[in-house]
């Protein structure tokens, strides 16, 4: 490989099952392509508001097909999803504007933790129907990505502060600008140009793109190495 990586920047929400996918896989495909993947949270409540968009579970034949499709997205893509048990309430009414919030001071301040605790809220709220609205639910899933218990705590309540907030609406709208309606949302940087790209069935397209070989969404040298 090549010094010249191309810049890959995910805009997620960990509200979207379909954002951790495509995360994981991105995640997984650093180590076999020539990229630079940039973790950009964002608020997908505030998207989904300035693009007149709405939640699938909104609409009642596309929420029952996604209660189908999580499981059968969650065996091809080796990701441990499954439907909470009360979604429209844990999806719609509690929402992840905490979590979101939490995750931004990490990246803000503890960079290093922002893969390992994004990971672990989506297994917490996509995985074993956990709790991410509430202080200590986000200070466990901190602790459990090794984030020190002091530490968390401050991250906790700097998320509160004015700078956390406006930095969450900051990369909301640079998400709107690049032309996003919801997520996940790639944006991909070649010459100059930014290019979008929506939804964790398009990585192989991703891929075509950047002149890469897709390798399934659990690439062989992966496979290779467990």
Known sequence: MGSSKKLVELFYDVLSPYSWLGFEVLCRYQKCWNIELRLRPAFLGAIMK????????????????????????????????????????????????????????????????????????????????????????????????????????????????????????????????????GMPSYVVHVNGEPHLFFGSDRLELLGNFLGEKWLGPVPTPLNARM
Not at 139 to 166: C, H, I, M, W
């Open 50 to 181: 300035e693009t007149g968009n709405q939640p699938p579970a909104m609409v009642p034949n596309r929420g029952m097909y996604m209660m189908k499709d999580i499981p059968r997205m969650a065996n091809y893509y080796q990701v441990p999803l499954q439907n909470p048990k009360d979604f429209f309430g844990t999806i719609i009414e509690k929402g992840s504007l905490s979590a979101m919030r939490f995750i931004t001071a990490v990246d803000m301040t503890q960079p290093l933790f922002l893969e390992p605790i994004s990971r672990e809220l989506w297994m917490r709220i996509w995985s074993r129907d956990e709790d991410i609205t509430q202080p200590e639910s986000i200070l466990a899933a901190a602790g459990t990505a090794g984030l020190p218990a002091d530490l968390a705590q401050q991250l906790l309540e700097r998320s509160s502060f004015p700078e956390v907030k406006e930095r969450l609406k900051e990369v909301t709208a640079e998400a709107i600008r690049y032309g996003a309606f």
